[in-house]
């Protein structure tokens, strides 16, 4: 019986994660690829992301899937496979916070996983705008270190001075990975798509303790609050208070993205930030039966939730316009 191709995506928090995801499902339209995105709080986000032709979206949220939900990635894939439904792919987009040795250690030491799946690459993103602050994270280096393929992501962001030396960094860390560099992930699925290139034997030569089994502890440093509010939200009034919160909390605030209901308009604006890169857009337009919510998570140090929900409440536009 042939086994299903399994990619797992990584890479720290904002790399480009979600867009490598979307470049390879636009691009494999026809195949049924079933996607497992895993995010760190309580509110999904990248499910909303993603786009319509994946066959199927398994999310889990609110834990990391390298510990807490770790369990949940082995139930959600077995279940796939008792359920016979065919399926040609499977994609695991970790959350930006996975260490990735224990969720390879899923796929090789769960026997029905691994007697259904193969483990076909690693694929890493890599922001070379942060590379240099997000090394100092265990997990961005971990990262790397585990990689088939690497991604040198957002060249457009930076010279090429500094992508060279993004890739200098990297490769102390990972010399045997593929090399790639993009901007918004472009490149072409076959560039990271069934090329038997995991190797259990290299890894296994990198981290002699990779299928022991050890739970992942994360720095209890970081954390992550998740708002969600009803009401329609005033775009300049929100653009100021996420300027403002930039200005005096940006060191500590690792990335934020969400989903936003703007009052009166009929798509939804999504948004991220990564360090102190904002950035947005419109999105998919709000269907008539949809209730319309704002959705908001940050991730970073020392996150006061009630101060954040404060602000954003204040940026309600009932609450501009009294
Ligand atoms: N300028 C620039 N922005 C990019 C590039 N690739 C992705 N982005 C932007 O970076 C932000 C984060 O991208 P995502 O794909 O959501 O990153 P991610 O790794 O999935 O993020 P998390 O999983 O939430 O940590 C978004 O605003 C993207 O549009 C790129 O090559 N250049």
């Known amino acids: 019986m042939k086994k299903i191709n399994a ?21 494999a339209a026809g195949e049924r690829i079933v996607v497992i995105v895993n995010e760190f709080g309580e509110v999904g986000i990248d499910g909303q992301l993603v786009v319509e032709t994946a066959e199927a979206i398994v ?8 510990c807490t939900v770790r369990g949940d990635l082995v139930v959600a894939i077995s279940d796939l496979i008792r359920s016979d439904r065919p399926i040609d792919r499977l ?6 916070l996975a260490d990735p040795a224990p969720v390879i250690q899923s796929f090789i030491l769960d026997d029905l996983m691994s007697a259904h799946v193969q483990l076909d690459a690693i694929v890493t993103v890599v922001d070379v705008r942060h590379i240099a602050r997000q090394l100092q994270h265990d997990e961005a280096r971990e990262q790397i270190a585990f990689a088939d393929i690497l991604l040198l992501n957002k060249i457009d962001l930076e010279d090429e001075a500094a992508s060279e030396a993004a890739e200098c960094a990297a490769r102390r860390l990972n010399p045997l990975a593929r090399f790639l560099r993009t901007r918004e992930c472009a490149v072409e699925a076959r560039q990271v ?17 990779l299928l022991a089994d050890h739970a992942h502890e994360h720095s209890s440093e970081i954390g992550c609050v998740a708002l969600t509010i009803e009401e329609g939200l005033d775009p300049d009034a929100f653009n100021r208070w996420l300027n403002r919160l930039l200005q005096d909390r940006g060191a500590d605030i690792l990335r934020m993205k969400g989903v936003l209901n703007f009052s009166g308009d009929k798509r939804r604006y999504v948004f991220h930030g990564v360090h102190m890169t904002l950035d947005g857009r419109p999105g998919r337009p709000w269907l008539n039966e949809e209730r319309r919510v704002s959705q908001i998570v940050f991730i970073g140090r020392q996150l006061d939730r009630e101060a954040l929900l404060q602000g954003l409440e204040a940026c309600r536009a009932i609450a501009t316009a009294a």
Do not use: Y
């Open 59 to 66: 999310e889990l949220n609110n834990g990391c899937i390298c």
């Open 91 to 96: 994609i695991i987009e970790t959350s930006g």
């Open 7 to 27: 990619t797992i995506i990584t890479g720290f928090l904002g790399a480009g994660k979600t867009t490598l995801l979307n470049e390879i499902l636009a691009q």
């Open 193 to 209: 798509l069934d090329l038997g290139a995991f190797d259990l034997k290299n890894l296994l030569a990198l981290d002699p303790d």
